[in-house]
């Protein structure tokens, strides 16, 4: 028994052409779609692995990671770390592994404090007091750097007048080596708390952020349901 479509060859050949030429047209936007989606899994995906790699990583760290978009001209779809505002970014020694990049606190100390020690790394000391993100306030390394004189803009800095008008506030100092460990040190009425600890090596990490190899696990499953999903929009919108 023959089986017709009860299409005749002519009309057959229409619709071969005009499927060819929605595919033609419709297949670079579907493919954008489909990168773009799988780009923004990968950022996601990315965000739940810091959070559970770092200890309470702020809104920054989070929003480390950016998405460089495809386009119809160009399929193709990067997930790139945001420039760091100096020398490497933090980030890639989690990746790595490795010896951070100074911080700019350290480059303040070390550059405008004289002590007669060296100093390689500035770290939070025992009994510094950190915010809900595990880092030192802003507002108290201001006020130590200034008290230090270790502020690159020398009007910042704490002068004899200053330090009496402010007699009652907290004060930060830097004792002479052997006088107490190396650090900063606040001074409160009588109390005496270390604020910063200096060092003389910078701190080693161990890779643990391994960005590159989780982006492509996740981009190689999504990519699959993300196509599929993409062509059936595409061609769904077709005209």
């Not at 306030?137 to 004189?149: D, K, T």
């Not at 052997?178 to 040190?185: A, I, R, T």
Request: avoid cysteine; charge should be positive.
């Amino acid at each position: 028994m023959k089986l017709t479509a009860g299409v005749s060859p002519s009309d057959l050949r229409k619709l071969v052409s005009r499927l060819r030429d929605v595919e033609r047209k419709q297949m670079p936007y579907a493919t954008m779609l489909a990168l773009n989606a799988t780009g923004e899994a990968v950022l996601e995906e990315n965000r739940t692995l810091m959070r559970k790699v770092f200890d309470r990583p702020t809104r920054w760290t989070l929003n480390a990671f950016f998405l460089r978009r495809a386009t119809k001209r160009k399929p193709e779809a990067t997930v790139e770390r945001k420039d760091a505002p100096r020398g490497r970014h933090y980030l890639e020694v989690e990746e790595r592994g490795g010896t951070r990049p100074k911080t700019g606190i350290e480059r303040l100390i070390i550059g405008n404090v004289a002590y007669e020690d060296h100093i390689e790394a500035v770290v939070p000391a025992r009994g510094a007091r950190l915010n809900a993100h595990g880092n030192l306030p802003a507002g108290q390394i201001q006020r130590a750097l200034s008290n230090i004189g270790a502020q690159q803009d020398r009007a910042q800095n704490s002068t004899d007048g200053s330090r009496k008008r402010s007699a009652r506030a907290a004060r930060y100092f830097v004792p002479k080596p052997g006088q107490l460990s190396p650090g900063v040190w606040k001074r409160q009425g009588k109390r005496l708390t270390k604020f910063l600890s200096f060092t003389d090596r910078l701190p080693r990490y161990s890779a643990r952020f391994d960005m590159e190899g989780h982006g492509r696990i996740v981009a190689a499953r999504e990519m699959p349901d993300r196509m599929r999903a993409a062509i059936r929009k595409a061609f769904s919108t077709a005209r």
